[in-house]
């Protein structure tokens, strides 16, 4: 099974920037749906963006156009560039990746991002 290994959190101010990098332990991540997560202090999971196997992305309405999700699946790495960063952009950022037939996948640890205003 593929696990995933969330890296690159840390505070920022707000306006700017970070990466996130989802590495893939154990197989490749060729095959699976990887998508961003994040969630925050009494506030449920949501989805930030997601990437298909085709290259095909999806963003929830909060961060398009400031985020970026791209892969590489030789290099085994799904990355989230995050331009622009809000305070509200403060959570656990969780890398999930899933074979598309399916609606649960695999949960990276998550690493914390913290925009201060």
């Known amino acids: 099974q593929v696990q995933p290994v969330e890296s690159g959190g840390g505070l920022v101010q707000t306006g700017g920037s970070l990466r996130l990098s989802c590495t893939a332990s154990?197989?490749?991540?060729?095959?699976?749906?990887v998508g961003w997560y994040r969630q925050a202090p009494e506030k449920q999971r949501e989805l930030v963006a997601v990437i298909f196997d085709g290259g095909n992305t999806n963003y929830a309405d909060s961060v398009k156009g400031r985020f970026t999700i791209s892969r590489d699946n030789v290099k085994n790495a799904v990355w989230l560039q995050m331009n622009n960063l809000k305070p509200e952009d403060t959570a656990v950022y969780y890398c999930?990746?899933?074979?598309?037939?399916?609606?649960?996948?695999?949960w990276g640890q998550g690493t914390q991002v913290t925009v201060s205003s």
């Open positions: 999930n990746a899933r074979r598309p037939v399916l609606s649960t996948g695999y």
């Open positions: 154990g197989r490749t991540f060729r095959g699976y749906v």
